[in-house]
């Protein structure tokens, strides 16, 4: 825009009709129209600033949808109102109602083109949408001085269902090469013809050194941990049938506060180790195991005189191929704080923690790792154990001090208040993992999925919504085809059981695989679970 005019004050009030149109329901969707009214300042100077935010595009086409894409078509705004051209455009996109309010807080959809020349026809298919599924659209419009249009109307179109849903069955990865590259085949047993949700089929790994050894993990493992009320027995489990492997006690048997539990390869020597943390209200403690129950030390990671209990996960934050051990408190402070563990001198050092972030919360945190985007280091996912329906995601920068990323709420914040439990695992098999999320006691359990980049991509209901006793989460490949399964039990009020779903990436929907209990059906304290 950017011309200056001499002269006085001028005022001018211009309808900003907001259009754009999608599908054959936008004839009826667009005839909705906005109105903004916009000044033109004059400056100490004598020269008139000029104020006037495009006009929003008209006479909207509809364009037919597919499976995962949708054409949007416009006729281009100009730069002042509807003359000359405009400098770029805001397209977003949202499975719920987009406003005024919230259009900040829907997904932006990139690689849109800078506006043509007023009156042009405008088109852009929007891609890597979700079948069966319906979405909402809204555009706002930019000049060169910064103005920007009001919202134009939402328009709302549902994608095609797939007419033939590929079914993906993959060999194992060969091992590491000396190349470092992995790979494996993977077929489509429907015949769809279609690489739609083909699973990766090569990827990078850590190269064998000389003498061949294998770097992956040799004793992949499910860990699982009693609720409060009952003694502190940890019991190993193979991944693919559930069988017990060993079982001990992580503590004293008189310590019946629960047990937090995870594994991970703290020495990168291919076996893993278990990590145990006291519940609620015992002292702040955690401990580490070989498989077979061996104790190797006993850390307390907020001091000997806390009893806040300790959250557990294990993943590589720092990047250096040994995993690490993030240790949140349970309870009695907001404390999150990351240690590297010495196999030879069965010592931890704290490498980082989270900032401060409240100066009154002080109910704990429930913690859970993976590397979210692809760069080596693992991030660390928090929520809060009460009064909370987000949780955040922190990076470590190779300071003491956590970076956060990003803050989503995971359920409506308003009504939601009793606190999430956090996994996370690639259950989508692309390479990245994703987080969980699903209710602590109060509320039935809905497990939701979220992407690095926060976006929801499904949910399930694991037990009967008139179980309110929460549940908790983890993650592992218990069939060896590169994609996380979701294990799941009730956190409290119910039998151990652990029940096992998985993800299907062609309709965004989770299949159960499988329902048992993995300790005594008397026991009615639910579960903590961890894995490898």
């Not at 006009?55 to 054409?71: E, P």
């Not at 849109?112 to 009156?119: D, H, M, N, R, S």
């Not at 003498?211 to 193979?238: C, F, H, W």
């Not at 020597?269 to 702040?284: L, R």
């Amino acid at each position: 825009m950017g011309n200056k005019r001499s002269g006085t004050e001028v005022k001018e009030s211009v309808a900003l009709q907001n259009r754009i149109a999608i599908g054959l329901t936008a004839l009826t969707l667009g005839a909705a129209s906005l109105g903004l009214s916009v000044a033109l300042l004059v400056t100490p100077n004598g020269v008139i600033d000029d104020l006037l935010a495009p006009n929003q595009g008209r006479q909207a086409v509809s364009a037919a949808s597919t499976a995962t894409a949708i054409t949007l078509t416009w006729t281009a705004p100009g730069d002042d109102a509807t003359t000359g051209r405009a400098t770029s455009y805001d397209l977003r996109r949202s499975t719920a109602t987009i406003t005024e309010q919230n259009f900040a807080l829907a997904t932006r959809v990139t690689g849109v083109p800078a506006p043509l020349p007023a009156g042009s026809t405008e088109s852009y298919t929007v891609n890597g949408l979700i079948p069966d599924t319906t979405y909402h659209f809204a555009i706002k419009t930019a000049d060169e001085a910064g103005n920007i249009s009001s919202i134009s109307n939402v328009v709302v179109e549902k994608t095609a269902a797939n007419a033939c849903v590929p079914l993906w069955q993959c060999t194992n990865f060969t091992a590491c090469s000396a190349d470092g590259v992995q790979t494996r085949t993977c077929t489509d047993t429907h015949n769809c013809g279609s690489s739609l949700g083909r699973p990766v089929e090569s990827q990078t790994c850590t190269p064998p050194p000389i003498g061949g050894i294998d770097q992956g993990i040799s004793n992949s493992m499910i860990v699982a941990g009693l609720g409060s009320g009952t003694y502190p027995k940890v019991r190993v489990l193979e991944p693919d049938t559930f069988a017990l492997r060993k079982e001990f006690l992580a503590f004293r048997s008189t310590n019946r506060y629960g047990t937090h539990v995870d594994a991970g390869d703290l020495d990168n020597d291919g076996i893993a180790e278990v990590v145990a943390g006291t519940g609620q209200g015992s002292q702040a403690a955690f401990r580490v195991f070989r498989e077979d129950g061996t104790k190797l030390a006993t850390i307390y990671p907020f001091g000997t005189t806390s009893r806040a209990g300790v959250t557990i996960a294990v993943a590589d934050v720092n990047g250096d191929g040994r995993d690490d051990i993030i240790a949140g408190a349970a309870s009695r402070s907001a404390a999150v704080r990351v240690f590297t563990f010495d196999m030879v001198t069965a010592q931890a050092t704290q490498i980082a923690e989270i900032p401060k972030l409240s100066a009154t919360y002080k109910s704990g945190y429930n913690v859970a790792a993976d590397d979210l985007d692809l760069d080596g280091r693992a991030e660390i996912v928090i929520s809060r154990r009460a009064n909370s329906a987000g949780y955040r995601v922190f990076s470590y920068n190779d300071t003491t001090t956590l970076v956060q990323e990003s803050v989503v709420y995971a359920y409506d914040g308003k009504s939601f208040r009793s606190g999430l439990h956090v996994a996370t695992g690639d259950i989508n098999g692309d390479g990245r993992g994703e987080i969980l999320t699903v209710a602590s006691k109060g509320y039935y359990a809905s497990i939701r999925a979220f992407t690095d980049a926060n976006e929801l991509i499904g949910s399930f209901k694991p037990f009967s919504t008139a179980f309110f006793g929460g549940a908790v989460m983890t993650t592992l490949d218990i069939n060896n085809d590169g994609v996380d399964e979701i294990l799941t039990s009730p956190y409290s009020g119910a039998q151990p059981i652990l029940r096992t779903f998985r993800y299907d990436t062609m309709n965004h929907v989770f299949t159960r695989l499988d329902s048992r209990n993995v300790y005594p059906a008397t026991i009615r304290n639910g579960l903590r679970l961890g894995g490898i």
